[in-house]
């Protein structure tokens, strides 16, 4: 079974520890390595990308290794790829040209 990994408690996303496809079970592991509990992804989650852990919703903050890293353009289902087309980052301001490379390159499907 394939590992995501959560560092913090406040996190709200975990870390692709190898290429995770979709409607794959996959263990929240602490960085300890300690099983947090199992989820189903719901597309494809490339390894080294974030995956919401819980539900998400539009305007609330993603946290990663217990900072505040982006804010949500809009709800996020637990098992879902958290990236630059559903969260604005706060640190850099990714023109929407860059966004659109990066989504083709990635191949993210955008609702």
Known sequence: M???IKKYSED???????????????TVI?????????????EAIPFGNKIAIIDIKKDDKIIKYGFPIGVTTKNI????????????????DIPNTAKKMIIE???????
Do not use: F, P, Y
């Open 2 to 4: 394939k590992k995501v």
């Open 12 to 26: 709200n996303v975990a870390t692709a520890l190898a290429n995770i496809s979709c409607n794959e079970i996959v």
């Open 30 to 42: 602490s960085d300890k390595n300690e099983v947090i509990k199992e989820i189903q992804t719901m």
């Open 77 to 92: 289902d637990k098992g879902r790829l958290v990236h630059v087309h559903n969260v604005k980052s706060q640190r850099v």
């Open 105 to 111: 390159q990635m191949g993210i499907k955008v609702d």
